[in-house]
């Protein structure tokens, strides 16, 4: 299916054509994030690794608290619930980009 902008381009001048090529790149870049908006993210992905963290310490305090209170209690399944918050902290931790980025390219040598 052809869209007007397709058919405007092809009876439209050169310059016209340019002009829409820069407005098709204009719109590309505005949609790209910026070093800020990753660095934000990052930061935002940090803070909840902390926070999981020390969701996690906490409980744990909780339960070894509450097995020194009730040594009759089969506190089992409650460790076994608190255990995969390590392994989410974990895995956030070790997030890497995918794709990886390309590697940045080493300047010749004497320049």
Do not use: C, Y
Not at 11 to 25: E, G, Q, T, V
Not at 49 to 56: G, I, K, V
């Amino acid at each position: 299916m052809t869209t007007h902008r397709d058919q405007r381009r092809r009876r439209a001048s050169p310059f016209a054509r340019i002009w829409d090529a820069i407005h098709d790149l204009q719109e590309r870049t505005e949609n790209m994030a910026t070093q800020a908006d990753v660095d934000a993210l990052t930061a935002s992905v940090d803070q909840v690794a902390t926070d999981l963290a020390t969701a996690r310490t906490t409980l744990q305090q909780e339960i070894d608290s509450l097995a020194q209170q009730n040594p009759g209690l089969d506190l089992s399944a409650l460790t076994a619930a608190v255990a995969p918050i390590d392994q989410a902290v974990q895995a956030l931790g070790a997030l890497k980009p995918d794709p990886a980025p390309a590697p940045t390219p080493t300047p010749p040598a004497g320049s």
